[in-house]
T-cell receptor, first 112, second 112 residues
Framework: DTAVSQTPKYLVTQMGNDKSIKCEQN?????MYWYKQDSKKFLKIMFS???????INETVPNRFSPKSPDKAHLNLHINSLELGDSAVYFC???????????FGEGSWLTVV | GDSVTQMEGPVTLSEEAFLTINCTYT??????LFWYVQYPGEGLQLLLK?????DKGSNKGFEATYRKETTSFHLEKGSVQVSDSAVYFC???????????FGKGTKLTVNP
C-alpha cells in the first residue's frame, strides 16, 4: 500500500547511457517533485509539477527531462548519463504548500 | 533566498540521553517548518511539522516548537533509543512556493 513508489530502487549504468526512473503516488495529491540527494546527503529540488504542469525547474541540465502523463505519475528521464549524475533521486508528492511533502524510497543511481 | 541552517554532525549519544538538534532558518514571510528523518538505506519520512509561530510539532517522542522571534525550530527528544539512529533534516516551505528547502542534515548515532 505504498503511497509514493518509484522504480527502480537501484540502477547501475555506464556513462553515456539513457535511463528512466518512474514514480507513482496514490495519495490523490496534485503536486509531485523530483529531488536529488548527493553523496554528502544534501537534498535539492530538481522539478515540481502541479496537475501535470511544470512549475519549478531548478536549473537542472536539459539532459534531465521530467514527464507527467497524469497527476499521479511523474517520470524522470536522463540522457547521456555522466559520472556526476550518481546520486539518490527521490520522488515526492504533496497536497499543497505547508502540508508537508511525502517522499518515495529513493532510486540509487550509480554511473560507472 | 530562503535557507535552513542546522547543527553540524555527527552527533553520538548513549541510549536514554537527551537529544537536541538545532535548526534556524531565514525566510520571507511565514514559512511552514518540518523535520524529516532518513534511516540508513531508506527514503525520507516526515517526522513532524509546524505551520505557524508557537506551534509545537510532535511525533514518536520528538518535539519541535516554531519560534518566530529566534527563527528556530530545534528538534528535541527526552530519551533517545538505538533505533533513533538516522540522519535528521530540518526544512521549510513558504512564500507561496511548493518547494522544500532543506538543511544539510545531522547524522545521529545512538549507542547502547
Amino acid at each position: 500500500d505504498t503511497a509514493v513508489s518509484q522504480t527502480p530502487k537501484y540502477l547501475v549504468t555506464q556513462m553515456g547511457n539513457d535511463k528512466s526512473i518512474k514514480c507513482e503516488q496514490n495519495l490523490g495529491h496534485d503536486t509531485m517533485y523530483w529531488y536529488k540527494q548527493d553523496s554528502k546527503k544534501f537534498l535539492k529540488i530538481m522539478f515540481s509539477y502541479n496537475n501535470k504542469e511544470l512549475i519549478i525547474n531548478e536549473t537542472v541540465p536539459n539532459r534531465f527531462s521530467p514527464k507527467s502523463p497524469d497527476k499521479a505519475h511523474l517520470n524522470l528521464h536522463i540522457n547521456s548519463l555522466e559520472l556526476g549524475d550518481s546520486a539518490v533521486y527521490f520522488c515526492a508528492s504533496s497536497l499543497g504548500s505547508g502540508t508537508g511533502i511525502y517522499f518515495g524510497e529513493g532510486s540509487w543511481l550509480t554511473v560507472v | 533566498g530562503d535557507s535552513v541552517t542546522q547543527m553540524e554532525g555527527p552527533v553520538t549519544l548513549s541510549e536514554e540521553a537527551f537529544l537536541t538538534i538545532n535548526c534556524t532558518y531565514t525566510a520571507t514571510g511565514y514559512p511552514s517548518l518540518f523535520w524529516y528523518v532518513q534511516y540508513p538505506g531508506e527514503g525520507l519520512q516526515l517526522l513532524l511539522k509546524a505551520t505557524k509561530a508557537d506551534d509545537k510539532g510532535s511525533n514518536k517522542g520528538f518535539e519541535a516548537t516554531y519560534r518566530k522571534e529566534t527563527t528556530s525550530f530545534h528538534l528535541e527528544k527526552g530519551s533517545v533509543q538505538v533505533s533513533d539512529s538516522a540522519v535528521y533534516f530540518c526544512a521549510l516551505s513558504g512564500g507561496g512556493s511548493e518547494k522544500l528547502v532543506f538543511g544539510k542534515g545531522t547524522k545521529l548515532t545512538v549507542n547502547p
